[in-house]
């Protein structure tokens, strides 16, 4: 029985070595994003995004400065949106989060899955899946 507990303490230890690092990175700067996406304040994005991004979602656009538009974008239409992160989920290189925006006049509710992939601490590409709320 010792060797057992011995043997599960080891393989919890090694689990939460390495790759749980690279969680912990990818997870604060996509807190980091899902900040922006409530605030607009894109310039925090130089920090936390690759210049060459492929958004996913709008046609394979490539860039930082796309994304900067897109978000400027959904603020100037969605005044004030408030944002509520439902789900937030990770696994080394992928961050997903599952959130709300309510906003607008008339009153608009757009729920989302985001995903975003990293490399060396940066996001490269990015997929979002939006639908209107009923």
């Known amino acids: 029985m010792k060797y057992f507990l011995l043997l599960a303490f080891g393989i919890l230890f090694a689990a ?3 790759s749980n690092s690279v969680q912990q990175v990818n997870m ?3 807190t980091v994003l899902m900040g922006v996406f409530k605030t607009g ?3 925090k994005l130089d920090r936390i995004i690759a210049d060459d991004i492929l958004n996913h979602s709008r046609g394979g656009q490539v860039g930082l400065d796309n994304l900067k538009l897109l978000i400027n974008g959904f603020h100037l ?3 004030n949106p ?3 992160v439902i789900r937030k989920m990770a696994n080394d290189d992928y961050v997903s989060d599952s959130v709300r925006f309510i906003g607008g006049n008339p009153t ?3 729920e989302s899955i985001e995903v975003t992939r990293s490399y060396d601490g940066l996001a490269k590409w990015t997929l979002v899946f ?3 709320a009923g």
Do not use: F, W
């Open 16 to 18: 939460c070595d390495g």
């Open 130 to 132: 939006s639908k209107l």
């Open 108 to 110: 608009v509710v757009i």
């Open 41 to 43: 304040d894109v310039d």
């Open 77 to 79: 239409n969605m005044k």
């Open 82 to 84: 408030k944002m509520e």
């Open 28 to 30: 604060k700067a996509d």
